[in-house]
């Protein structure tokens, strides 16, 4: 996984980010932060979906 900023700015352009319940938000920011550290497909510090690296990399394209 890459940097708070990177995670965050994943999250707001993933379309695969699910919100985990607040009572297991990362502490990032505050429990409104969308982050890729409080989605339900992050286990492990891997994206289930497979989706971080593909949509990182479509934010550096812009």
Do not use: H, W
Not at 9 to 27: H, L, Q, T
Not at 30 to 59: E, F, H
Request: hydrophobic share 25%.
């Amino acid at each position: 996984m890459g940097s708070i900023g990177q995670m965050v700015g994943v999250a707001n352009s993933c379309p695969g980010y699910e919100r985990k319940d607040i009572s297991f938000n990362s502490g990032i920011g505050n429990s409104d932060t969308k982050s890729c550290t409080n989605c339900r497909n992050l286990q492990n510090g891997i994206c289930i979906k497979d989706l971080y690296d593909k949509v990182l990399t479509s934010l550096d394209q812009t």
